[in-house]
């Protein structure tokens, strides 16, 4: 019994750390322009997007799920098109600025028809330049008041 129970606690990690990297691996794999278009899931782990490209949900049930810490979507690049995606469950550290979104130090970004719930801080842009943001939804923990975070943080920008 013992080892029917390794086993299957074995696949179910293993099946879980495949599942978690997909889209990251997905990002670092793709030429700069690529077009990600994701099918209806949850896509884990916190994710960097350091080169121009387009990440686009292709259908309702996109789900980018963050691990509970830190911030759940870094953007770094310019030219970056991110849309059409729920993105959840970030950190809750406000000294660190957990959030849903970051944008920081780039132009030309659009994010747009996004939900982002369950994140301490929505969408933080951060010295960001001609970029678009419309059309979110962003809804924070649900807790006091004074413990939520920024449904947007725009900060010289």
Not at 34 to 51: D, F, R, T
Not at 63 to 91: A, M, R
Not at 102 to 127: A, P, R, T, W, Y
Request: hydrophobic letters at 45%.
């Amino acid at each position: 019994m013992k080892k029917i129970l390794f086993i299957l606690t074995f696949l179910i990690t293993f099946f879980n750390v495949l599942n978690a990297n997909i889209l990251q691996e997905a990002i670092n794999n793709a030429k700069d322009g690529a077009i990600l278009k994701l099918s209806a899931g949850v896509y884990e782990g916190n994710i960097v997007i350091n080169k121009p490209i387009s990440i686009i949900g292709k259908e309702d049930g996109v789900i980018i799920k963050g691990d509970g810490n830190g911030t759940v979507v870094k953007i770094l690049s310019s030219y970056v098109t991110f849309k059409n995606l729920t993105v959840k469950n970030s950190g809750n550290r406000h000294d660190l600025l957990d959030t849903g979104i970051l944008i920081k130090e780039v132009k030309h970004v659009e994010v747009s028809n996004n939900k982002v719930i369950d994140c301490l801080f929505g969408i933080d842009m951060q010295i960001v330049t001609n970029s678009i943001v419309k059309n979110n939804y962003i809804q924070s923990f649900d807790t006091d008041l004074g413990l939520r975070g920024d449904g947007l943080r725009v900060w010289y920008s």
